[in-house]
């Protein structure tokens, strides 16, 4: 499959999230937990996301992935205990549009870092991924993740 990858400036992005430790295997679990922790303290404040998910992915250690799982929020609001206030940092990512089922996201990964080098470009250690439909609601290959590089 052909990726396109560019340079975007991106805008801070207010959100709420959780971060943890897991293992790759663990992911969808960890990643439910999360969003429904946040999910919950949203609903107490009678407020609502203003954009799709993501997971932020501090590290690829897949025996111990370092993760945040947010939404974006229209204006910053304080955490409470595990959900906490934070932001998608403004500044140059690498993007790309991935289609697909979330198990076979790797070949974008191998995509854009190849693409980062024969563009001189430096990864910053960070990776973003925009959940922009419900596997819930479309099957798997129907999937669209946006991917975010920090550069």
């Known amino acids: 499959m052909d990726y396109k990858v560019e340079v975007v ?10 971060r943890t430790r897991c293992a790759v ?20 404040l009678g407020k609502y996301p203003s954009g799709a998910p993501y997971v932020a992915y501090f590290n690829m250690d897949m025996q111990d992935l370092d993760i945040e799982m947010g939404f974006p929020v229209a204006e910053e609001i304080e955490g409470k205990e ?12 690498a993007a ?9 996201i790797g070949s974008a990964y191998d995509a854009v870092m ?20 419900d596997p819930a609601s ?10 975010l590089i920090k550069l």
């Open 9 to 18: 400036e991106q805008e801070a992005i207010n959100a709420v999230a959780v």
């Open 82 to 93: 595990a959900v906490v206030k934070t932001q998608v940092p403004a500044g140059r990512y």
């Open 96 to 104: 790309c549009m991935y289609k697909g089922p979330y198990s076979d």
């Open 25 to 44: 295997n663990d992911l969808p679990k960890a990643i439910g937990e999360g969003y429904g922790l946040i999910m919950g303290y949203l609903g107490e």
């Open 114 to 133: 190849l693409w980062l080098e024969e563009n001189n470009l430096k990864y910053s250690g960070t990776a973003y991924e925009f959940y922009l439909n």
């Open 138 to 147: 479309v099957p798997p290959e129907e999937l669209l993740t946006k991917i």
